[in-house]
């Protein structure tokens, strides 16, 4: 008993450390300027909600954050799809090359994404498809997808045998096994997952600014603004406010589905 | 009402016909005409995200009064990438932007694409407007709009590296003021002074000075200003390196002595944290974009100072005068925009004198017309200001005071970049720092075809 | 754990289509494309590569002093990045995982560090290691020790890039921990238990054996994610001082677009490709190699 307090404690601890910087970003973003930099550092100076306020409007922050929402749920369901189907193959299926092909999607993550971006921006004019979300979304889904498979080939390999055996005994497809015993069954892995997508589509510089110009612009980019706002310089308290924003969304989505974050659904399904 | 309509039918009709037999590909000879309200015509911009919204919600407004059939979408891309974005964006087959704003380094780059129109050209002469004024132009900054003789681009928004000083700081320390004849041997003999413990605790809590220090391409700025105060160049009209003697390991060794003067940490410093030891009282002294004075001197939820405490002039003299380092936003038009007449239009409404006269008083920009800089400041704090700008800019041109101009610019300044953070750091000496810089530019310019 | 024998190799073809299409279509013409500039001269007035020069821009880059050190400097902070995430993330897992109410919540805080933009991690982190107004130079001087430069010593530097990076990643390698730990089958543990064995033993021969698969995945997936970081040490050091946190990702994105050398970045994005899969597939190798002995 004592162990699991102590346990429990040492969860609490380890979790302040890690949001120590994030509290201060926050203190940060109700600080008016002068109050930031100061000797020696306080946490709190005169209250304000200027910073969160003053960007709002000027780095359209509102209509960028639904585009950042558009094309991280896009790229992330595109990607949870291809990529656990092709993790179930190559994990649960006989097939000759497994490795190969495996290795392959997992080498293509290995492309630096500078040597990706120019070409992508080359193609999407000559199509016209610059600025347009689709863009986005397929040149998020090339970084997304290896890492899906890789990631949900782990998870499902955990998986007892007798699962598919048993759905396709009653007559599913390979198909039907995987949407409807194999996905449920994995579903922690795959939450897990998909949130690793989001954050990574969510947070993505480099080919939003490129491939976009207007329209599809998402956040990171208007943060990148921001901090490169080489004007009137003193933007440290509207960049913490944004961040602040920008991190809130996802911290309401990992609550809404943190559920699935400690269920594991194995066990009910081995002993079921 | 239904009048103008009617006017407004006949003039698209009239449009219409005009535009007949010319082709997808080029330009109709009326340029794309200025619109009209029935067909308004639309141009869009790429600027720096720093100010593109505020050009957005307030310039067009105001430019629409004038001219209410041009439409204007002003994008911003953030600095750090905006040269290479611009490349991609300008270099196409078809133009998505029909302006360009760029930062005083990048016009040759730009230019040398052959995207530009040249401003003064035949081409655009038939949507000239004839009232306005090239001559009024300080000849510093709109040198920085130019390259190999002809005028790419004209500033938009200027600035200068300038000196800024705490004059309580300087009281305190029993220190004189500086003036634009204060040399550098002056200045270090100030600042042992200048480090000083103001509230008798017995800590040091304020320093001498605070500016770019960090691996960053606007550090070398600083001693490359020394040097050029003192007679010297980095390249030489043979695009030879030119930095390479004694005199370049001076300039730079005088930045890193500063560091010895500069608060703890400052080796890191970048744009923020000197504007925020400054604005904190920390400095007595700061090496900075002159644009940041109303953030730094008047605006009280950014700063603890007043307009009072605050001076600025010309950085430190060397033997050939007194220092300021140019960077001016200059703004150019697409060669493949289908609406130059309206991007020429708005360029010239943008850059005119009532133009320059409505940014600075809203947004505090810093203007580049002689009748502007001479006229009534936009308020009392400028008028020091507009003082100093235009000393500055004096010595800039006289100096040659900006980085180097040519289409390699950024690949040069990237490399001293890094020998002079290694020369901060102490990972190098001076000499060093400024050999290993003098060789890897001589390499580079080599293979970009220039006689070494 | 034996692979499971089931169904047509047909059908697996069918379930990697999807990914295979969009993977292929996607970066087929972008890897092309960049052989090809890193095989010519770049004409940056047409934005498109000129002229063939073979090996010239590989010959260059290979002399380059700043890309060698880029690749040393990434492999120390691989060295030292790598293991201390992963080792911190399962530990941190393991700690996350005992039952209690607010477990989830704690697990769904965990994620922050990830979110949180780079330029703005990277920022409130230089704040908090300023030596003038930083946190935690004000803290070290409260026992006197410091003020430490953090960011401008060329050694502490990379020890600060690395300790940003941890805490930004470690999260990552915790999410997929916690969700293999939880996957775990329940009858194991009351096997080994009706065993008689300990905590450890079970640790050690149960647990972690049955963790191999998802380990071997989130070292793999952190891997490719470190290999290719450059956006924080943009943010907190600029690759600086001098070189000391130049990582090679960071020196190709300054060479690219920064300085507008596109076929040395070109030549230098594809000797980092190649070496990548070579490390990836060597990883690849030793991590089913550890599959199929448990």
């Given at each position: 008993m004592v162990r699991r307090y102590a346990a429990i404690a040492g969860a609490i601890l380890v979790t302040l450390a890690f949001l120590f910087p994030v509290l201060y970003m926050v203190s940060i973003s109700f600080k008016l300027p002068k109050d930031i930099f100061t000797v020696p550092p306080r946490w709190l100076g005169e209250f304000t909600l200027d910073n969160y306020v003053s960007y709002f409007h000027q780095a359209r922050i509102l209509p960028r954050i639904v585009n950042t929402i558009i094309i991280a749920v896009g790229a992330s369901a595109i990607s949870m799809i291809a990529g656990s189907m092709a993790g179930y193959a190559l994990s649960r299926m006989r097939m000759r090359g497994a490795g190969v092909v495996g290795g392959l999607i997992l080498a293509s993550r290995a492309v630096p994404p500078i040597a990706l971006v120019v070409p992508l921006f080359l193609v999407a004019r000559k199509l016209g498809l610059t600025d347009q979300y689709i863009t986005v979304i397929l040149a998020y889904v090339t970084f997304l997808v290896p890492y899906v498979v890789w990631l949900m080939r782990a998870f499902f390999r955990g998986l007892p045998k007798e699962l598919e055996e048993a759905a396709m005994i009653d007559g599913c497809s390979r198909f039907g096994a995987f949407f409807r015993v194999i996905v449920p069954t994995s579903i922690t892995g795959l939450v897990s997952t998909l949130i690793f997508c989001i954050i990574l589509a969510w947070e993505e510089l480099l080919f939003a600014l490129i491939l976009t110009n207007d329209r599809a612009v998402t956040i990171p980019v208007a943060i990148a603004g921001i901090a490169a706002d080489t004007e009137k310089g003193g933007m440290w308290g509207p960049l913490a406010a944004v961040g602040v924003l920008t991190v809130l969304p996802v911290v309401v989505f990992a609550l809404l589905v943190q559920k699935y974050l400690i269920k594991g659904l194995a066990d009910g399904a081995t002993k079921g | 009402m239904k009048s103008t309509r009617l006017v407004a039918a006949v003039a698209v009709l009239g449009l219409a016909v005009a535009a007949c037999?010319?082709?997808?590909?080029e330009v109709p000879a009326d340029g794309g005409g200025l619109g009209t309200a029935q067909q308004p015509v639309s141009i869009r911009v790429i600027a720096n995200d720093a100010f593109a919204k505020q050009w957005q919600d307030k310039l067009v407004p105001e430019f629409n009064k004038k001219y209410p059939n041009i439409k204007v979408t002003i994008d911003g891309i953030p600095y750090n990438d905006q040269l290479a974005k611009t490349m991609l964006e300008l270099t196409g087959t078809t133009a998505t932007y029909d302006a360009v704003l760029a930062d005083d380094p990048w016009i040759p780059q730009l230019a040398k694409t052959g995207a530009l129109y040249d401003l003064k050209g035949q081409e655009l002469a038939k949507w000239n407007d004839p009232e306005y004024d090239w001559a009024d132009f300080h000849a510093t900054p709109l040198a920085a709009g130019e390259w190999e003789g002809k005028q790419y681009a004209v500033p938009v928004r200027s600035n200068l590296l300038l000196m800024f000083y705490n004059k309580s700081l300087y009281k305190k320390a029993g220190v004189a003021e500086p003036t634009d004849e204060t040399t550098w041997e002056q200045y270090f003999a100030d600042a042992q002074k200048l480090v000083q413990d103001t509230d008798g605790d017995g800590k040091t809590d304020s320093w001498a000075v605070g500016t770019y220090f960090t691996k960053d391409p606007l550090t070398p700025t600083v001693w490359q200003t020394v040097l050029n105060s003192d007679g010297g160049k980095l390249l030489d009209d043979k695009m030879q390196v030119a930095f390479a003697g004694e005199a370049g390991v001076k300039a730079l060794q005088t930045q890193v002595d500063l560091l010895k003067y500069a608060p703890p940490g400052a080796s890191t410093y970048q744009f923020n944290e000197p504007l925020e030891a400054f604005r904190q009282g920390k400095t007595a002294t700061m090496f900075m974009w002159g644009s940041v004075f109303k953030g730094t001197a008047v605006d009280k939820e950014t700063t603890t100072l007043t307009p009072e405490e605050v001076g600025i002039t010309t950085m430190p003299a060397g033997t050939a005068g007194p220092g300021a380092h140019r960077g001016i936003w200059s703004a150019g038009i697409s060669k493949k925009s289908e609406h130059p007449a309206a991007a020429w239009t708005w360029l010239q409404w943008v850059t005119s004198k009532q133009g320059e006269q409505f940014v600075g008083k809203e947004f505090g920009t810093f203007p580049a017309r002689n009748s502007t800089l001479d006229g009534t400041p936009p308020a009392d704090w400028a008028g020091p200001v507009y003082q100093a700008l235009k000393d500055g800019y004096e010595v800039a041109s006289k100096g040659q005071m900006w980085r180097p101009r040519l289409p390699e610019s950024d690949a040069v300044q990237q490399i001293l970049a890094l020998q002079t953070s290694r020369a901060m750091s102490g990972q190098a000496t001076s000499q060093q720092a400024i050999d290993q810089a003098a060789k890897e530019i001589t390499e580079l310019l080599k293979t970009k075809g220039y006689g070494q | 754990m034996r692979r499971v024998r089931l169904g047509e190799p047909g059908t697996a073809w069918l379930f990697l289509t999807p990914a295979l299409v969009l993977l292929a279509g996607m970066l087929l013409y972008p890897i092309f494309y960049t052989l090809w500039v890193s095989m010519s001269d770049f004409d940056l007035a047409t934005f498109q590569p000129t002229g063939w020069v073979g090996w010239r821009n590989y010959e260059a880059v290979l002399n380059d002093p700043g890309f060698l050190e880029s690749l040393r400097v990434t492999a120390v902070y691989l060295v030292i990045a790598l293991p201390l995430q992963m080792v911190l993330g399962f530990a941190i897992a393991f700690l996350l995982n005992v039952p209690w109410r607010g477990r989830g919540v704690l697990r769904a805080l965990f994620l922050i560090p990830m979110v949180v933009a780079p330029v703005v991690a990277g920022g409130v982190w230089r704040m908090l290691l300023d030596p003038l107004w930083g946190v935690v130079n004000y803290t070290l001087g409260l026992v006197g020790i410091g003020p430490v430069e953090w960011i401008g010593d060329p050694v502490l530097a990379m020890a600060s890039v690395i300790i940003i990076d941890t805490w930004r990643w470690t999260p990552f390698v915790v999410l997929i921990a916690s969700a293999g730990i939880m996957a775990l089958p329940g009858d194991v543990y009351e096997a080994a238990k009706s065993d008689g064995a300990g905590r450890w033993a079970t640790l050690r021969h149960v647990t972690l054996p049955l963790l191999v698969p998802v380990m071997a995945a989130a070292f793999v997936v952190r891997w490719l994610g470190a290999v290719k970081m450059f956006d924080i040490a943009l943010a907190a050091t600029k690759g600086g001082p001098g070189n000391a946190t130049n990582v090679v990702n960071l020196y190709i994105y300054e060479k690219g677009f920064r300085s507008l050398e596109f076929g040395s970045a070109s030549s230098m994005a594809t000797i980092v490709l190649v070496v990548t899969m070579l490390i990836t597939f060597v990883l690849f190798r030793v991590s089913r190699r550890l599959e199929n002995r448990w």
């Open positions: - | 037999g010319s082709s997808a590909e | -």
